[in-house]
């Protein structure tokens, strides 16, 4: 399976950004992470194949993580957006074979 993001850019404080994550091929779940300068990566946000999500808390209220099966393909929809978002996010497919495949990041900067 690969993964393609897409959707980063340049936004105000405040602004929203929607991120895709095409996947080639059926997956099991894909999660959300990103990885600001000089920190580590971190979760985001996560979807199964059936739905079920999961937020970090600094996130919560802000982002959604939704999927569109038919087309292989995750979203993350991110409003009210803060100059700590800023950060380059990245997209993990885990398979049904359990597999874990990454994306290549998408950079997401956010101007105060």
């Known amino acids: 399976v690969q993964l393609q993001a897409s959707g980063g850019g340049l936004v105000q404080a405040g602004g929203s950004l929607r991120l895709s994550c095409v996947a080639s091929g059926p997956i099991f779940s894909i999660s959300w992470y990103r990885q600001a300068p000089g920190k580590q990566r971190e979760l985001v946000a996560a979807?199964?194949?059936?739905?079920?999500?999961n937020y970090a808390d600094s996130v919560k209220g802000r982002f959604t993580i939704s999927r569109d099966n038919a087309k292989n393909t995750v979203y993350l929809q991110m409003n009210s957006l803060k100059p700590e978002d800023t950060a380059v996010y990245y997209c993990?497919?885990?398979?049904?074979?359990?597999?874990?495949?990454w994306g290549q990041g998408t950079l997401v900067t956010v101007s105060s």
């Open positions: 979807i199964t194949s059936g739905g079920m999500t």
């Open positions: 993990k497919a885990v398979t049904f074979n359990a597999a874990q495949k």
